[in-house]
């Protein structure tokens, strides 16, 4: 893949390269070919399109995080033709400094209001006062430990869930090998937050640290865990050690339906006790092999369709993505 980073530059924001860190990146390999994108920062993973011997791309997952948006366009020209793909799809981080019109420059062909996340502001950062209690509360039933490069947790964390190298439900669900998952665990701005018990942990977060911004990445707790109220001692632990590691802003996530074994799937009471400030994540889209879109979206049945790119769509002749695919950065 080459080299993103001089090994000087790796470290000059004090190890905070999170999403940004080539080894992040390097946990895809086993999804598709994955590419830096040397001037924006972002990498770009490439995947076979179900059923057809065609590739399109996805910009950064769960979402991109850019160095320089301002290069992100060029970097798209160039690399994107290169690996021959036909569509390149994104979700933008929404903590990002950057406006539709930049966007539009990188994604001339879709850029529309995906989810809105709940952001926290670290240097303001306070609660409601029920959040508050909650987080007493709980602090007096667990214990939290705080790692970063949280690679000695695995274990235990899987004992929470039904699997740490899966990402993903459904059509977007991704399985990586342990060995991914540790690279991944591993990278200098990864930090692991474990809720601990008398029986041992019950629930357990991970953040990912770019530049001055923090992004809650996963939250699992099982029942016991919620007997005790963990998630609160897991958020109220993160918010405070970010902030006393002088960062600006923690995303929260989003609050769609779901299994609640990510921060995007809590209940909106539940976030909208931590912080009133919402920010947008945008999808956006790029079609690089317009004839190609079009042959496969009629291919497929789906003309018309919403989603982006539509032989995505999962009414698709061409086939769902498979259970080793990340998301397209596809919805309605």
């Known amino acids: 893949m080459g080299d993103l980073f001089t090994a000087e530059d790796l470290f000059e924001a004090s190890g905070r390269y999170g999403y940004l860190h080539p080894g992040y990146a390097e946990a895809y390999v086993e999804a598709g070919e994955v590419r830096h994108l040397r001037r924006s920062g972002a990498w770009m993973l490439t995947r076979a399109i179900p059923g057809c011997e065609r590739k399109d791309a996805l910009i950064g997952h769960p979402q991109l995080v850019c160095r320089d948006w301002r290069a992100l366009p060029h970097d798209l020209i160039e690399t994107a033709a290169l690996a021959g793909v036909v569509t390149v799809s994104a979700l933008t981080d929404p903590l990002a400094r950057v406006g539709e019109e930049v966007l539009r420059e990188a994604f001339p062909d879709l850029v529309r209001v995906h989810a809105q996340h709940y952001v926290a502001d670290l240097v303001t950062f306070w609660p409601a006062r029920e959040h508050r209690r909650a987080v007493r509360r709980a602090m007096q039933l667990v214990d939290i430990d705080i790692e970063d490069a949280p690679t000695s947790r695995i274990d235990d964390w899987e004992q929470l869930t039904d699997g740490l190298g899966r990402v993903g439900d459904g059509a977007a669900s991704i399985r990586r090998s342990r060995e991914a998952l540790e690279r991944q665990l591993s990278v200098p701005g990864c930090v692991g937050l474990t809720a601990l018990a008398e029986d041992g942990p019950v629930a357990f977060a991970i953040a990912y640290v770019s530049g001055d911004d923090a992004y809650l990445h996963t939250l699992v ?110 919805s309605e």
Request: net charge negative; aromatic share 6%; with cysteine.
């Open 221 to 330: 707790g099982g029942e016991r865990g919620e007997e005790l109220g963990a998630r609160f001692a897991l958020i109220g632990a993160l918010a405070e050690d970010m902030a006393g590691r002088g960062l600006r802003s923690l995303d929260l996530g989003t609050v769609p339906a779901g299994d609640g074994t990510c921060p995007g799937e809590a209940d909106a009471q539940f976030m909208d006790g931590w912080t009133e400030l919402l920010r947008p994540s945008y999808q956006c889209g790029r079609i690089v092999d317009r004839l190609a879109c079009d042959e496969l979206t009629a291919a497929a049945g789906t003309t018309g369709s919403a989603v982006f790119p539509p032989y995505r769509d999962p009414a698709s002749r061409l086939g769902a993505s498979t259970s080793d695919e990340p998301d397209s950065g596809g």
